[in-house]
């Protein structure tokens, strides 16, 4: 289970960069391990586009627990969310543009595409600092108010948080929030007044277009992605 975790870890880290979530080597994917208090976590120094199941690190959802050696800094962040959120069980930050924007116009998200439909009603943004998260207070400040059925964070000046069932959720709905937030930006650039779905039409999309099949399907659409670009991450399949 840990080497199959870690595989998709790493795939989830090269679908964010094929989507545009690359900042250097800065941003996280982690994935809780089933029925235990830790998780795996891309390492501190590769990059999305970079990570391989041997740059995943594994370390404890206790905060006092040593790091491992290699564990990112923004660490904290992670290991709050975990100990708040048990129906969570992955995350991924970055800075991906479009979001990192949305997070700082202090705009409502609306569902003017499917992926505005996903998040519409189920985001915050986080004011108290736009520093990189060091610290488990700042962490659990992030996890206050992500909430207890939050599906995504913006950290003003900052990226965004967004969190999943499992690693394949977070990774698909990372990329779902920069591609609603994109086009929300878009569309307001435009001057104009612009439509979006109604109530009944947003519980749909939301339980059909985005149902566990549908998501299973997206996941593996961007693995199949990623080893195009990457014919080497095709082995991490196999196990």
């Known amino acids: 289970m840990t080497r199959r975790l870690a595989n998709q870890v790493a795939l989830g880290g090269r679908m964010l960069s094929l989507d545009g979530h690359d900042d250097f080597n800065q941003g996280q994917i982690s994935a809780r391990m089933p029925g235990s208090n830790t998780f795996l976590i891309k390492n501190a120094l590769c990059g999305f586009d970079e990570v391989s199941p041997e740059e995943i690190v594994t ?3 206790d905060h006092e627990q040593r790091a491992p050696r290699m564990a ?4 904290p962040l992670h290991q709050a969310i975990y100990r708040a959120r048990p ?3 992955g995350i991924v930050h970055s800075h991906a543009p479009h979001t990192l924007l949305f997070g700082a116009l202090d705009l409502e998200l609306r569902p003017l595409s499917h992926e505005g439909s996903y998040f519409v009603d189920t ?3 986080f ?3 736009s520093n990189t ?3 488990i207070a700042t962490g659990d400040q992030i996890a206050k108010e992500l909430g207890d059925a939050g599906r995504a964070v913006f950290l003003r000046n900052h990226g965004g948080v967004i969190v999943g069932k499992s690693v394949r959720h977070a990774a698909v709905f990372a990329q779902v929030l920069e591609r609603a937030c994109r086009l929300q930006l878009a569309a307001l650039s435009t001057g104009r007044q612009f439509h ?3 109530p009944q039409d947003v519980r749909l999309k939301q339980d059909f277009i985005y149902a566990d099949l549908s998501v299973r399907s997206y996941w593996d659409y961007a693995v199949r992605r990623a080893v ?3 014919p080497e991450a095709g082995q991490w399949l196999a196990t």
């Open 59 to 61: 370390a404890a959802v």
């Open 72 to 75: 990112p800094p923004e660490l």
């Open 87 to 89: 129906d969570v069980n």
């Open 123 to 125: 985001t915050s943004v």
């Open 127 to 129: 004011t108290t600092t």
């Open 133 to 135: 998260v060091l610290d």
């Open 196 to 198: 979006y779905s109604s």
């Open 228 to 230: 195009r670009r990457w």
